[in-house]
């Protein structure tokens, strides 16, 4: 090449890396709005573990490929630590509910509820090898005093924002409980599904394969804390 044309070439070469650079800057931005727009959907089961329908809700989630989080009752898991075993051996995240369940017990003063914290964070220790770091609310009694205890103890505190109506509707059939999740998530982007996995539960163990089916054909993705 001759002297004269390099300056040309290196003129040429740097247009080329720039329209390289805006070409994906470009594709880059589709990208970007699509995982800005990705529905999510966390499947939260309060107040197990139980025999049978814990384990219906298992073998739901793992032939449907999802991962859930589990808020565990402590007092609940004598007998049962090879379901809550499970929980954690399948990939699921298991979180603190409370050891009693017992309102006027947990919330009785600050110490009684650090102790019921504590008790139930140290059965699912004991039995699981994990440590709990997700925490939930029996009957969401929550309030600002006592989500900054358990942020200091280094949990995250999970709501919810749409029901399944397990808890809600007496005595609701599984496709009742399907209506409902959908109609309570309607128009969220991302979704925190509260569902119960304790004894008499059944329903909701029906019910979960079209829950799950729904979502996903609604372009909704599955987490877990
Ligand atoms: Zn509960």
Known sequence: MQRKYIPLAVFFVALLLLLAHLGARMTAVPAFTFAAEQKRI???????????????????????????????????????????RRIAREGHTVGVHSQTHVYREIYASDEAFLRDVSACAETVRKVTGVTPRVYRFPGGLGNSRRTALLREQ??????????????????????TLLKTSLSTARGKDTVVLLLHDSAHRRATAEALPSIIRSFREAGYEFCAF
């Open 42 to 84: 966390f499947l939260t089961f309060d107040d197990g573990p139980s025999t049978v329908v814990t384990g219906q809700v298992l073998d739901v989630l793992r032939d449907e490929g999802v991962k859930a989080t589990f808020f565990v009752v402590g007092d609940r898991v004598g007998g049962r630590e090879e379901v809550l």
């Open 154 to 175: 280094g949990y995250r505190v999970v709501g919810w924002n749409a029901v399944c109506g397990d808890e809600e509707i007496a005595g609701a059939d599984a496709e």
